[in-house]
Nanobody
Framework: VQLQASGGGLVQAGGSLRLSCSAS????????MGWYRQVPEKPRELVAA???????KYADSVKGRFTISRETAKNTVYLQMNSLKPEDTGVYYC???????????????WGQGTQVTVSS
């Protein structure tokens, strides 16, 4: 498994979760890493992504609530999710992609999803 995600779960609205994704390949530190969300009958969409040099891109719906970070030495990317809302519910997928494709949900290598459910 090249990307191993963890940290999903069930939380009440207003709560917090932190997702982690560890990459098995060290060269992924030279690529963008990020998180995408999918809900039934909708395409996968960007939540947050970070380039290899620290540039970030966020979905408008999560700005100010979610923070993406990377720990290069551990080839790991995190997504701190605060003030969660029911509409944040979905399967969250970790992704690795070239820096020039930052935030493009059509490309990259995908990890297995982790379910996030926010109850009202």
């Amino acid at each position: 498994v090249q990307l191993q995600a963890s940290g999903g779960g069930l939380v009440q609205a207003g709560g917090s979760l932190r997702l982690s994704c560890s990459a098995s390949r060290s060269d992924y530190s030279q690529r963008a890493m990020g998180w995408y969300r999918q809900v039934p009958e909708k395409p996968r969409e960007l939540v947050a992504a970070m380039s290899s040099i620290g540039g970030t891109k966020y979905a408008d719906s999560v700005k100010g609530r979610f923070t993406i970070s990377r720990e290069t030495a551990k080839n790991t990317v995190y997504l701190q999710m605060n003030s969660l809302k029911p509409e944040d519910t979905g399967v969250y997928y970790c992704n690795v992609q070239a820096d020039y494709a930052l935030g493009d949900s059509r490309v990259g290598i995908w990890g297995q999803g982790t379910q996030v459910t926010v109850s009202s």
